[in-house]
């Protein structure tokens, strides 16, 4: 299991190798969350990365148990 800083660290460059981080992580299924996504969506996050940042957070959210009495997901944009 990854405290947030390693999980921030592991998670964060520029290739496509977060696909594989987030695939290999240790599954959380049985874990309790609250977790919020809070996301730019301006202009100059541009459509790539957009779909990047999606994929990122369905990802994540596939490793947990997402239920009343399990994680609870949030998700907030800004931006114009």
Wanted: charged share 15%; hydrophobic share 40%.
């Amino acid at each position: 299991m990854y405290t947030l800083p390693e999980l921030v660290a592991y998670l964060c460059d520029t290739s496509d190798s977060w696909k594989e981080r987030v695939q290999s992580m240790v599954c959380c299924l049985d874990c309790l969350l609250d977790l919020s996504f809070v996301v730019d969506h301006s202009s100059s996050i541009g459509g790539v990365n957009w779909s990047r940042i999606l994929a990122l957070m369905k990802s994540v959210v596939s490793l947990t148990n997402v239920e009343p009495s399990g994680t609870h997901v949030g998700a907030v944009s800004f931006g114009v």
